[in-house]
């Protein structure tokens, strides 16, 4: 196993999240390559491949001889976004390709894999590691089944798990909260919502790409473990979509939030929040992004574009 880690392959780069971890990654100082199933290669540190193909992935591993791997590659995170067949597939057999491509490359390197909170079972109050997992949706299920392939290769390969909370940032799909609500606000459109009671663990992007360097550089001996990466804050809906507002009326862009114009979902979790002890103790560190800054630097950005 390699000493020090400078080059790093980003599976599924060029999804919402993986944008943010490319470039913390590069403005830390690694060399960062990414890997993704859509569009072509704009450089010589990028490359397009399907992690479900064997033959691809070996290409490229064997031209990046990576030091480490964030593996981000996931779809289905989106209702209704893709077909179940194509969640399970891309998920667990992508997993499962990645691992055996590396064995087989003779690259026993570490591995830091994006999880969801969505493998865990609801509970009414913050949800920890230790917390049992019965996953409610089927990219939940896509996403713990991932996890337990990555544990089956741990005794071989350093192996850290994050599970994700509510993420949002710029670059998210147009029908995601936060962007729902700016496109409305500029085109002059009343924000048709829900009530707005759920309780949900807003973070922002950024403060995720952080995480994952900062769990790859405790993730040296194998072995296996699992971080819930959230701001451990529970916010509710309605106020995270205050907060959207109040940022837009100080950027001069008038709103119209109409909660109750819409039902909540039949599958609605209603309670969906991190207790992220174990993450804040194993990092030394805490994500400093408070919801205000966080929505401002998203808004800025979005708007600018």
Same mark, same amino acid.
């Given at each position: ?24 990654? *590069? ?5 960062? @390559? ?23 992935? =070996? ?9 480490? #791997?964030? @593996? ?6 989106? /209702?209704? %976004? ?12 992508? &997993? ?12 026993? #390197? ?9 493998? /865990? ?17 089927? /990219? ?27 993420? /949002?940032? %710029?670059?998210?799909?147009?029908? *995601?909260?936060?962007?729902?609500? #700016? ?19 807003? #973070? $922002? ?18 072995? $296996? ?16 979509? $205050? ?22 979902? %039949? ?18 560190? &805490?994500?400093? &992004?408070? =919801? ?10 979005? =708007?600018?574009?």
């Amino acid at each position: 196993m390699r000493s020090t880690i400078n080059i790093v392959l980003v599976t599924g780069a060029r999804g919402f999240l993986g944008k943010y971890v490319v470039r913390r990654g *590069r403005d830390l100082g690694f060399e960062v @390559h990414s890997v993704s199933s859509s569009g072509q290669p704009l450089d010589s540190t990028e490359w397009k491949a399907d992690i479900c193909n064997s033959s691809q992935l =070996l290409d490229v591993l064997g031209s990046v001889r990576p030091d480490a #791997i964030i @593996h981000l590659a996931a779809r289905g995170v989106e /209702y209704s %976004s893709v077909s179940p067949e194509e969640i399970l597939q891309s998920n667990i057999l992508g &997993t499962l390709q990645l691992f055996e491509c590396m064995e087989r490359s003779g690259l026993r #390197i570490p591995v830091v894999v994006a999880g969801s909170g969505f493998e /865990y079972m609801p509970q009414l109050r913050p949800v920890s590691e230790a917390d049992p997992v019965v996953p409610w949706s089927v /990219y939940g299920v896509s996403k713990n089944a991932a996890v337990n392939v990555a544990r089956l290769y741990a005794s071989r390969f350093p192996v850290a798990v994050l599970r994700i909370f509510s993420v /949002y940032g %710029s670059g998210e799909r147009p029908s *995601r909260l936060l962007p729902y609500i #700016i496109a409305c606000a500029r085109n002059g459109v009343v924000v048709d919502l829900t009530p707005g009671l759920q309780i949900r663990d807003y #973070i $922002f992007a950024a403060d995720v790409a952080e995480a994952f360097w900062r769990t790859l550089a405790i993730t040296s001996e194998p072995g $296996f473990q699992i971080l819930n990466v959230g701001s451990g804050t529970a916010v509710s809906l309605r106020d995270f979509a $205050f907060a959207v507002g109040s940022q837009l009326r100080r950027s001069g862009i008038a709103v119209e939030l109409r909660f109750g114009a819409r039902p909540y979902r %039949s599958d609605e979790l209603m309670h969906y929040v991190a207790n992220n002890t174990r993450m804040v103790e194993k990092l030394g560190w &805490t994500p400093p &992004t408070t =919801l205000e800054d966080g929505v401002g630097r998203t808004l800025e950005e979005m =708007l600018t574009c």
